[in-house]
């Protein structure tokens, strides 16, 4: 049998010590089309497993010198990873007791030498098998999580997922404002949150009907997404609300980051199914550290971007 149709180039990562086996495996592996990655000892193993581009699937000697396969195998099972290698011992032992050591130990399957290309073909299209199924599961939770935080409109953070983001911002800026002040630096982690709303958006609706106003969103969600720097978040609160949460320090000129955002959705023209429309934004701006709650930080930005729209719109109003 010639597992060619299970596979398509894919990587095998085989670590034996002994070079006749080792050589015999390489020279079969080769020939059924894997792209073979090839080590002596259970210390390569171990140390190639943990890059994060470690082949998925690995035949793994039992008794190697320095760190035997049951070791390797521990270690890898004790590592973080979403989608863990297949692994198939191989091993001379063939007590009962030792098979179940062996699975016990982590080990997907396993193989006796000396091997057989038909058994050892068999078993490798299983592995194979497990590693497709595992990925399809991954990627569709991956899916899933995904349309879980966004916004299924403007692709961005929806409110739960921003709200988050936020908080994990308060937390991060009070480590890093613990350690400038173990460091003796005066400077302080801050963050800007921006409450963005869209001025005069239900005209907009009237206008050029929903589907228009739905072009609007997300034109706008595309010019905060192209104006932000990279380690800002910005997510859709709801209706024509957006949030945006910058992490800066006191001595960073953080604050024109907002103005450029309100300039540039003032300046660009929107192309609905109805024909072109021109927006403008109120944003109202919090300044937070460590102190601030989650709450406190929204609250404020909130009030002042009522105060911006009040004023009549396309503004930006500091709270505080």
Known sequence: MNPLSYQNNMRILVAEDDPTTRTMLVGVLKKWGYDVVMVQDGQAAWELLQHP??????????????MDGLEVIRRVRALINDQPPYIILLTSKDARGDIISGLESGANDYIKKPFDNEELTARMRVGQRTLELQTRLYDAQQTLAHLAAHDPLTGMLNRRAILEQLSKEISRAGREDDHARRAGLSTRRVLWVGFIDIDDFKLINDAHGHQGGDDVLKAVAGILGSH??????????GGDEFLVVAPGSEAENDLHLFERLSTAIAASKIITATGEVSVTVSIGVATGNVESSLDTLLDAADAAMYQAKHAGGNRVVYAG
Do not use: H, Q
């Open 53 to 66: 581009d470690a082949p998925r699937l690995v035949l793994l000697d039992w008794l190697m010198p320095g």
């Open 228 to 237: 932000l720097r990279v380690y800002d978040t910005f997510g859709r609160l």
